[in-house]
């Protein structure tokens, strides 16, 4: 009886362990598609400014910034993709009785109230 309670406790440590390292890395992963995301924009936008500052016509690089705005394109749709694989290791987490949050306060997600230290004035 001993032995199945210390195996039970061995166990729910490791897919603790296991799910600890999983929301950092998919925290990490998500967060790296935004930043991609990100500087695409960025990109895109200075290249429209200058092109306007250098008072060039509309035609000046327009496929490099299609080839741009595609990229972006591509990238929402890995960050979306990303987001759908997040909602499945959820339910495999819930199926498996894995808890697999932070050790304190995450992020606020889509349908979820912002956690906040101090009440907000009415």
Do not use: C, Y
């Not at 199945?4 to 490791?14: C, D, F, I, P, S």
């Not at 600890?20 to 967060?31: C, G, I, K, S």
């Not at 304190?104 to 101090?118: A, F, I």
Request: charged content about 25%.
């Amino acid at each position: 009886m001993t032995n199945n309670v210390h195996r039970l406790a061995t166990e729910q440590r490791g897919r603790r362990a296991l799910g600890v390292r999983t929301a950092r890395q998919l925290r990490e992963a998500e967060h790296n598609l935004d930043r991609a995301l990100a500087d695409k924009l960025a990109l895109g936008q200075m290249l429209l400014s200058g092109r306007i500052e250098a008072r060039m016509g509309v035609a000046v690089g327009q496929s490099v910034i299609a080839d741009i705005a595609r990229a972006f394109s591509l990238a929402v749709e890995a960050r979306e993709a990303l987001g759908a694989a997040h909602n499945g290791l959820a339910e495999v987490a819930a199926d498996q009785g894995i808890v697999w949050n932070f050790d304190g306060p995450g992020e606020t997600k889509p349908g979820e109230r912002p956690l906040l230290s101090e009440p907000v004035p009415s």
